[in-house]
């Protein structure tokens, strides 16, 4: 069984930085793509970023040049560095990972998500 655990999430004012991790645990054979997802009150999932196996990423328009994804394989870990946070930034905030179990069957694994609220 594969487990991913997030930490990171707080309390911030506007303009102030956070760096979430979330790291995967259990037996796998290696892990495809890692994102990470936000669900703002009131609003519907959407997701933030995501980094590929090569190191390839992409970002939603609204946090392009503010937040940064990179991933660890040796931890199996993913990040997020969150600058310049804005209020419009509060949400839970969950990672998302296609965990290979084989060469040729992967699941999605989700974390349990971590509170992120940027106000004065």
């Known amino acids: 069984q594969v487990r991913l655990v997030e930490s990171g999430g707080g309390l911030v004012q506007p303009g102030g930085s956070l760096r979430l991790s979330c790291a995967a645990s259990g037996s796998f054979f290696s892990i495809n793509a890692m994102s990470w997802y936000r669900r703002a009150p009131g609003k519907e999932r959407e997701a933030v970023a995501v980094?590929?196996?090569?190191?390839?990423?992409s970002y939603v328009d609204s946090v392009k040049g503010r937040f940064t994804i990179s991933r660890d394989d040796a931890k199996s870990t993913v990040y997020l560095q969150m600058n310049s946070l804005e209020p419009e930034d509060t949400a839970v905030y969950y990672c998302n990972m296609d965990v290979r179990s084989s060469r040729s069957l992967s699941q999605t694994y989700w974390g349990q998500g971590t509170q992120v609220t940027v106000s004065s």
């Open positions: 980094i590929t196996t090569i190191g390839i990423t």
